[in-house]
């Protein structure tokens, strides 16, 4: 299995600023994954967070917005852009292994006023 | 896409009792089946998982069924306790890794 940690665990911000949400896996994995888990609801997954080249985005979430980077097997990084009240989420970190196995971070709360 | 399924959304049960969620899926492609418990506050965990060559797997008190050829796939926990209680959500995977969840089933465990 994998230890994934995230920074912040939460934060509250202001419309129109951005955030940047850490994750740090405790070993190398093969793949590392965004979530996003709005209130009450289950899990979306945003992009595929590649090792050393551009993520890839699901439908409906796009770079502009969700930018994120991988500068190595163990750390990636989300950034929430020209954020809006509807942003106001949990954001989730996962990493895989390569045996299909998932493991997820703790979550980053937040909430945009 | 994958589409998955998730019954009932809401779950009470008396402790030492069992409780089962059942899950369906629409891709006949996937081959994957992992189920993630998430506590108040916390990042999902996964509990138990199957994989498409497989009917049946258990781990203690945990167990989960297939059936490709429905397309489904249950969680049963028995003798329930109180640490139970959680929201459960069942998945499926293609094998590239990405996860289709279901809603979710908020499970609580009465003492």
């Known amino acids: 299995s994998a230890v994934i940690s995230q920074k912040p665990s939460r934060d509250i911000c202001q419309r129109g600023t951005s955030l940047t949400i850490q994750c740090q896996v405790d070993s190398q994995v093969t793949m590392m994954f965004w979530y996003r888990q709005q209130p009450g609801q289950s899990l979306t997954l945003i992009a595929t967070a590649n090792q050393g080249s551009e993520a890839t985005y699901e439908s409906g979430f796009v770079i502009d917005k969700f930018p994120i980077s991988r500068p190595n097997l163990t750390f990636s990084t989300l950034t929430v852009s020209n954020m809006s009240p509807e942003d106001s989420s949990i954001y989730l970190c996962?990493?895989?292994?390569?045996?299909?196995?998932?493991?997820f971070g703790p979550g980053t709360r937040l909430t945009v006023l | 896409g994958e589409n998955v399924e998730q019954h009932p959304s809401t779950l009470s049960v008396q402790e030492g009792d069992s409780a089962v969620i059942k899950c369906t899926y629409s891709?006949?492609?996937?081959?994957?089946f992992p189920w993630y418990k998430q506590e108040l506050g916390k990042g999902p965990q996964l509990i138990i998982d199957i994989r498409s060559n497989v009917g049946e797997k258990k781990d203690q008190r945990i167990a989960v069924t297939l059936n490709k050829t429905a397309k489904h796939f249950s969680l049963h926990i028995t003798e329930t306790q109180p640490e139970d209680s959680a929201v459960y959500f069942c998945a499926a995977s293609t094998g590239d890794y990405k996860l289709s969840f279901g809603a979710g089933t908020t499970v609580t465990v009465r003492a």
């Open positions: 996962s990493a895989s292994t390569g045996t299909n196995e998932q493991f």
């Open positions: 891709d006949s492609a996937s081959n994957y």
